[in-house]
């Protein structure tokens, strides 16, 4: 946006009611605050390390399976 844009904007702005102006800036840094969470640092791998399932790590999916179906019957039967 263009400094003219911004000046005539701001004199848009002063014709509004105090309630109006700070339902403005309300909005403002609202809409402010969601463009700086989509625009954060990605995550790093390193940050997530240990967080992945054996899947991951080379375990067969099937032994993965039938390990979480027995432990849970274990944990059923006690």
């Given at each position: 946006?263009?400094?003219?844009?911004?000046e005539a904007?701001?004199?848009?702005?002063?014709?509004?009611?105090?309630?109006?102006?700070?339902?403005?800036?309300?909005?403002?840094i609202d809409?402010?605050?969601?463009?700086?969470?989509?625009?954060?640092?990605?995550?790093?791998?390193?940050?997530?390390?240990?967080?992945?399932?054996?899947?991951?790590?080379?375990?067969?999916?099937?032994?993965?399976?039938?390990?979480?179906?027995?432990?849970g019957d274990?944990?059923?039967?006690?």
């Amino acid at each position: 946006m263009s400094a003219r844009e911004l000046e005539a904007l701001t004199r848009q702005a002063t014709a509004l009611s105090p309630d109006e102006k700070l339902q403005l800036a309300a909005i403002l840094i609202d809409q402010a605050r969601q463009d700086q969470q989509r625009e954060a640092a990605p995550i790093r791998w390193c940050d997530i390390r240990g967080t992945l399932p054996a899947l991951v790590m080379g375990e067969d999916a099937q032994v993965r399976v039938s390990r979480s179906r027995d432990e849970g019957d274990e944990r059923g039967h006690r």
